[in-house]
């Protein structure tokens, strides 16, 4: 469609021109989660897919230009359609699934792992008394930063899990069970009542409502809840120091890891 700047622009841009640099033609890319092929040919990157159907997407770029079809193969060629809302979710992200582990790599090549490790586990327990001083080293594995920094956080009581949906009974419970291991009442924060439940449900932004539910209660005692990656129903939760939110969150983004924090806390 031309003329449309895509949600996936800036991946699709990325993979397109990586490629281009390639010495090597044409270039192939493998998406590890969905198993398929994605190739890069005569300035056409071509998409795959594992639908039953065979279609992929086909994106070209040029003179800053992106264009995106999708095409069903017909037996003696393929059906060429412009793509509609669903299509473009679907090809976003596929996109991203390739797109990012590469940033991530071309990024960590830049960057001493190690020391931004360190920086990081100490802006994490700078400002937390109840962090008994140990070394968590011994967790890093270069290959998994994100479960590196899972196990760190779970080990000093600042994670937990569960679906979204219902972060006012067991989200408050995870987060009083992680205050209580500070010194804070074990039932510090009242479950969400049924009008404030029923008014996050029918938010706009849902995520980020009960984020600032959180926020509004925790805030007080010098805390404050982040839905770190990856992003999903069944989310994982860390538990900050506000005072120390905006450096971890910078940190944690350097080694891969993204999050969302509430509004009231980052501006």
Known sequence: MEGTRYAFHDDAVYLIEAARSSARQPVTYFDEIDQVVHTFEDGVLEIGTDYTDYRSYYLALDGGELSAVLRIPNGEGADEYALD????????????QVARPMRLAARLA???????WDETMA??????????GRSFDDTLDREDLVG????????????ASWEWK?????????????LAQRGHDANMLPYASAQESKR???SDDFSAAVLEWFDSRLAPHGWTLAAISPFD????????R????????????QLGIQSEASLLTTR
């Open 166 to 178: 219902s972060f006012g009974e067991e989200g408050v419970a995870e987060i009083n069970a992680l």
């Open 110 to 116: 830049q960057v001493d792992v190690a020391a931004l």
């Open 233 to 240: 129903e069944y989310q994982p939760f860390a538990l900050f």
């Open 85 to 96: 809302q669903d299509d473009e979710e679907d090809l976003a992200q596929r996109l991203a």
């Open 200 to 202: 996050i449900f029918r």
């Open 148 to 159: 590196s920094i899972h196990a760190v956080l779970t080990q000093s009581g600042r994670l």
């Open 123 to 132: 802006a994490l327990f700078r400002h937390d008394p109840a962090h008994d």
């Open 242 to 253: 506000t005072e120390s939110l905006g450096e971890v969150r910078a940190l944690l983004e």
